[in-house]
């Protein structure tokens, strides 16, 4: 009987498509991808699914891909599960790809398990990194477990694709190429597939203009350290001057001073942007292993022994009431100039 790894070629990608326009995840992934394709020798492909994308496929050829799967229809000018389910499966079936990769973003996350299990393949979420094992071949996928404690890697050695979602922020862009070329696939499925049992009622864009955390490039985050909900004025006012965004602990969080979409850890959201400043933050594990990726981490807590400063590069001791105005006002006079 043939193998269930028997058949399967290629490294791919999932590229998103947000509001009409391709979400940068897309390209990160593509930087993931390619190192993957160059170790194994195969080509990187990539599949888009939306309405109106023939721009789009030649953006993502010209960023690294040497394919793009294109499902265009118009029933795909959002994102529904239900239908992204059908069609993956659907075209992994037909092409089999050894390896397929999204960003860990609410579609991928969303997708990935749903995929994995309608193909009976394994899964490895929000990892930190990804490589090929010399002897094997085999994709190793590597994250944080055990409250962050250690960094496990899986494989997946008998079944494919080899899944993961890796967390986003955690490689460069890669820079287009506007004459490099590639061969663009569009798929053709019938209509019956882009029917669905889940129907679209509403949809509410959060109108705060607030930047997501995860996808922020600096994250001003605040505890338990700040005594009360409305200390977090100034964290507000510091990210506004550096164009971040605002994190939390649970802790601030189950006090009711900030709002869920806010906690960062692993009951709440993981980021790795270029910059951490934890305010106020002992460093629960939990949390640390939410914002541990992060390029550069600043802290800043009264307690000297605290386990924040054990996962960051620079660390303020002294009482965060008097440093951040402190730093408010050297920034402001910076941007003034």
Not at 15 to 24: A, D, Q, T
Not at 198 to 226: C, Y
Request: include cysteine; charge should be neutral; aromatic fraction near 6%.
């Amino acid at each position: 009987m043939p193998k269930a790894t028997d058949g399967y070629n290629g490294v791919w990608t999932l590229s998103e498509k947000r509001e009409g326009v391709l979400n940068p995840v897309s390209f990160e992934l593509i930087s993931w991808g390619e190192v993957l394709a160059k170790k194994k020798g195969v080509p990187l492909s990539t599949v888009l699914i939306g309405k109106n994308l023939a721009e789009d496929a030649k953006e993502l050829i010209q960023r690294g891909v040497d394919t793009v799967y294109v499902i265009d229809n118009e029933r795909l000018s959002y994102f529904n599960p239900d239908i992204y389910l059908k069609i993956l499966s659907s075209l992994i079936e037909e092409e089999k790809p050894e390896i397929f990769i999204a960003s860990a973003t609410t579609m991928g996350r969303t997708i990935m398990p749903l995929l994995a299990s309608k193909i009976e393949t394994g899964l490895t979420a929000d990892c930190t990194g990804l490589d090929i094992e010399k002897e094997s071949g085999l994709l190793l996928q590597t994250r944080p477990a055990i409250g962050g404690n250690v960094m496990a890697t899986i494989k997946t050695p008998n079944h494919r694709p080899q899944m993961a979602t890796v967390r986003p922020k955690s490689k460069k862009i890669p820079k287009p190429d506007r004459g490099r070329k590639g061969e663009i696939i569009e798929k053709k499925y019938p209509e019956e597939l882009f029917t669905s049992r889940i129907k679209r009622i509403n949809f509410e864009k959060d109108e705060t203009g607030e930047v997501p955390i995860q996808e922020a490039d600096i994250v001003i985050s605040g505890g338990k350290g700040l005594k009360d909900g409305k200390n977090f004025d100034m964290l507000y006012h510091l990210a506004k001057l550096l164009n971040g965004a605002v994190g939390a602990s649970r802790a601030a969080v189950d006090m009711g001073w900030i709002p869920y979409a806010h906690q960062v850890g692993l009951s709440g959201k993981t980021v790795s942007p270029r910059l951490y400043v934890a305010v106020g933050i002992s460093g629960a594990i939990q949390h640390i292993a939410g914002m541990s990726s992060s390029e550069v981490v600043v802290s800043i807590n009264k307690d000297p022994d605290a386990n924040i400063f054990q996962v960051s590069d620079f660390g303020i001791v002294g009482d965060l009431f008097e440093v951040v105005p402190i730093m408010i006002k050297k920034i402001e006079k910076e941007v003034k100039r």
